[in-house]
């Protein structure tokens, strides 16, 4: 693999300007009290918060443009060690997080070990896990033209399995069926009323399209540089992912939660048309003033992401009286003054900010957790 420039200021803003948004999504404090686009669709559809996940898999991929040609120097057991202890770790860090508090606290103040039969095994971090071991996999090994060719047959091969094996309901989805049949309804996310995942088993196959997706973005942008011709290269191809998403949508709905094939397309569209227009502000015209913002989260995103995990499931889980802390700092703090919406994402921004100065004070210390 040839030795490409370094890395481009926009995609690091990217990558920040994506946990921003992912932090203030994730900090709302019910759906009644959030405006839609921070909400995902209730099934078929697509919202702003529905294009947060697919873009932190984009920028997994930049990312990984970077760390795959570092890890080509180190030989041919030392790469697989890299990419499998990463796997590894970030796949624990998620599986943790949904454990945590990890114990349980009865009323008489006796405490007994949540139990791991009952732990949810997928999510977030685990999907992301699995999309880099499998991105970083077929890069290592594979030639471009072979990824490129498992790109189609993976979302073709998603499109089969969905329609062949059941169809694109809640209740009767191929995705649904084989994650019971796996993982059992124990270890299943229930917050759509019913044992089912998200971040399940099949979508994670389509998934990792938008990893790659991002990789060779990030090394088209770094191999030709700032210029108009990288530009409109790159509004192109996002604009043919988006028509081609659209028309194939008339047949297989945009769906997050079951991680549809159109889904993928039209969220790699925008993410590239978003990459050129911060490529154009700022690796081109030098519009570098409010960047070191983003640039910030884009240094440490994983490590502030999972912080900012553990500090929502604290918020929520501590009590002042009979409210949640969330809860009480919501309506003491934000409610009262700004209203239901505008409260919550006051409160969300606010909660976002001071997950930044974390970031800030790791970042002017030179302290950067790579998992």
Not at 64 to 87: D, N, W
Not at 322 to 333: I, M, S, V
Not at 334 to 344: R, V
């Amino acid at each position: 693999m040839s030795v490409l420039p370094q890395r481009s200021r926009s995609l690091d803003v990217l990558r920040g300007l994506t946990l921003a948004l992912m932090i203030i999504v994730n900090m709302s404090i019910s759906e009644d009290k959030s405006y839609a686009p921070l909400l995902h669709a209730v099934w078929h559809g697509l919202t702003l918060t529905d294009l947060v996940f697919p873009t932190f898999l984009f920028v997994v991929g930049t990312a990984l443009s970077f760390t795959l040609e570092k890890y080509q120097s180190l030989g041919e057991a030392a790469v697989l060690q890299k990419i499998c202890t990463r796997t590894a770790l970030i796949f624990l860090c998620g599986y943790l997080l949904y454990w945590f508090p990890f114990f349980d606290i009865d009323k008489a103040g006796g405490w007994s070990l949540l139990p791991l039969a009952k732990t949810r095994i997928l999510g977030v971090l685990q999907r992301i896990a699995l999309c880099f071991c499998l991105a970083s996999l077929l890069l290592h090994y594979g030639r471009e033209k072979v990824v490129v060719v498992f790109c189609v047959a993976a979302l073709l091969a998603n499109w089969w399995l969905l329609w062949a094996l059941g169809d694109y309901t809640l209740q009767g989805n191929a995705a649904l069926k084989l994650d019971l049949l796996i993982l059992g309804e124990s270890h299943m996310y229930r917050g759509e009323g019913i044992p089912f995942d998200p971040e399940g088993l099949l979508g994670t196959l389509p998934a990792t399209v938008n990893v790659l997706a991002g990789y060779f973005a990030g090394r088209f942008v770094r191999a030709q540089g700032a210029s108009y011709q990288t530009i409109a290269k790159l509004l192109m191809a996002g604009a043919l992912c988006i028509v081609l998403a659209l028309c194939w949508s008339s047949v297989l709905p945009l769906n997050k939660k079951l991680w549809t094939s159109s889904y993928v397309l039209v969220a790699i569209g925008i993410d590239l048309a978003l990459l050129a227009i911060l490529a154009y502000l700022i690796d081109l015209r030098k519009l570098i003033a409010g960047t070191y913002f983003f640039e910030v989260f884009g240094k440490n995103t994983l490590f502030i992401y999972l912080f900012a995990e553990v500090l929502m499931s604290i918020g929520w889980i501590a009590h002042v009286g009979k409210l949640a802390l969330f809860d009480w700092l919501y309506e003491n703090g934000f409610q009262w003054w700004a209203g239901d919406k505008n409260g919550s994402l006051a409160f969300a921004l606010v909660f976002m900010l001071g997950c930044w100065l974390v970031g800030y004070a790791m970042d002017k210390k030179r302290i950067f957790i790579k998992l």
